[in-house]
């Protein structure tokens, strides 16, 4: 069965540090690109970074640019997350997020075919 | 305040047919950006409706409908079921803030 588990949320103080994971199975992780997105509580999806499939290529989204970094390591199946300088306003549900283009040309606009649960991140003193 | 911007709000009775746009501008849609679709029930995965355009994933029934005109794009869902009360998203790239963008989404309620 493909899927994503994203773990490693919890409760973090105002401009702390925390680190997602995202465990990938099913399918040939090292050939899809990777990506996080969020839900704050009563917001909508925003988009927060995406890597390639050897990592040699990363986009982030202004709100977290030099505070979040994305990484992968194709040889365990794992996506991660590390988040620095917490704000309450990073306080959501944290998606990571397989890339699917039928094209070859898409990314980082790939389209996310496959979610994991998500994890919370509750930023808070 | 997204770049693409979504109804809020948008509602059916059961079997009626209702349309969700995605308005955009010249830095996304209209620069020929793909736009992917997303269907979204609290405490649930998003589940990808329609990717490029128009294209439906297998499994996802053929009420759901994607196009896309200009600097515009549209979802449309027939046959409208109680099931299909859900939060919905659309998806592109725009190249002056150079990364992917989301709607603002659309809460749509089938009366």
């Known amino acids: 069965e493909v899927q994503l588990v994203e773990s490693g949320g919890g409760l973090v103080q105002p401009g702390g540090s925390l680190g997602l994971s995202c465990a990938a199975s099913g399918f040939t992780f090292s050939t899809y690109a990777m990506h996080w997105v969020r839900q704050a509580p009563g917001k909508g999806l925003e988009y927060l970074s995406s890597i390639s499939t050897y990592g040699g290529d990363t986009y982030y989204a202004n709100s977290v640019k030099g505070r979040f970094t994305v990484s992968r390591d194709n040889s365990k199946n794992m996506l991660y997350l590390q988040m620095g300088s917490l704000r309450a306003e990073d306080m959501a549900v944290y998606y990571c997020?397989?890339?699917?283009?039928?094209?070859?040309?898409?990314?980082?606009?790939?389209?996310?075919?496959?979610w994991g649960q998500g994890t919370m991140v509750t930023v808070s003193s | 305040q997204s770049v693409l911007t979504q109804p809020p709000s948008v509602s059916g009775a059961p079997g009626q047919r209702v349309t969700i746009s995605c308005t955009g501008s010249?830095?996304?849609?209209?620069?020929?950006?793909?736009v992917h679709w997303y269907q979204h029930l609290p405490g649930t995965a998003p589940k990808l409706l329609i990717y490029g355009n128009s294209n439906r994933p297998s499994g996802v029934p053929a009420r759901f409908s994607g196009s896309k005109s200009g600097t515009s794009a549209s979802l449309a869902i027939t046959g409208l079921q109680a099931e299909d009360e859900a939060d919905y998203y659309c998806q592109s790239y725009d190249s002056s803030l150079s990364g992917v963008v989301f709607g603002g989404g659309t809460k749509l309620t089938v009366l």
């Open positions: 010249s830095s996304n849609i209209g620069a020929l950006y793909d």
């Open positions: 997020a397989r890339g699917y283009c039928s094209s070859g040309r898409c990314y980082p606009n790939d389209a996310f075919d496959i």
